[in-house]
């Protein structure tokens, strides 16, 4: 299985920050991550496929970079309903994995 | 608009089973691999299983492997997990997500509400 790890696991910011969150792959993935956003108590919303590439509707202060194993989410200027977990996770390969989330907190 | 929502989730003894559906609407059900995620309380997201638009092919995490079925009734837009053999490491919020190609990348675009699973005597 191919391991997925975030960092950090939590983050505290406050409105307009820009901050990174980092997602390294166990073995090479080429770009087929994809990184989504969960809200307390509703189901994890797409962000960005591909990993670089804005599902439609996603704000541009949302963007992701990266190949191979080594990727990162940025926001470049927090707003309040950012503020949530976020998780990477891989589709080159079955099982598909997911990274351990990282919680950003005001 | 495209939805999602799972159905069947409550609470069951350990070794029992529990059938989860997930119904959808708004897209063309018949044309989508369908996947389940699951999500046990305050850890992250686990993927479980895949099955492609026609049935013919699906994949488990080991943790569901030989205990949990997935499978889909077309006709019917939905999904279905039979959960079998349930322990208490099961209880979590259960997901369904659509599967969704563009180019080369298939990930997962639209997801249910979720429903809640608890295992307990």
Redesign the interface.
Known sequence: DIQMTQSPSSLSASVGDRITITCRAGQDIRNYLAWFQQRPGRAPKSLIFGASTLQSGVPSRFSGSGSGTDFTLTISSLQPEDFASYYCQQYHTYPLTFGGGTRLEI | QEQLAEFGGGMAQPGRSLRLSCVVSGFAFETYHM?W?RQAPGK????LA?ISHDGSNI????SVKGRFTVYRDNPKNTLYFQMNSLTPEDTAVY?C?REVR??L??????????TTVIVSS
């Open positions: 996947n995620v992250g997201l686990e993927w895949v994949f488990y995490a080991d997901f997500a563009v180019q990348h298939n990930f997962m675009d639209v997801w249910g509400k979720g």
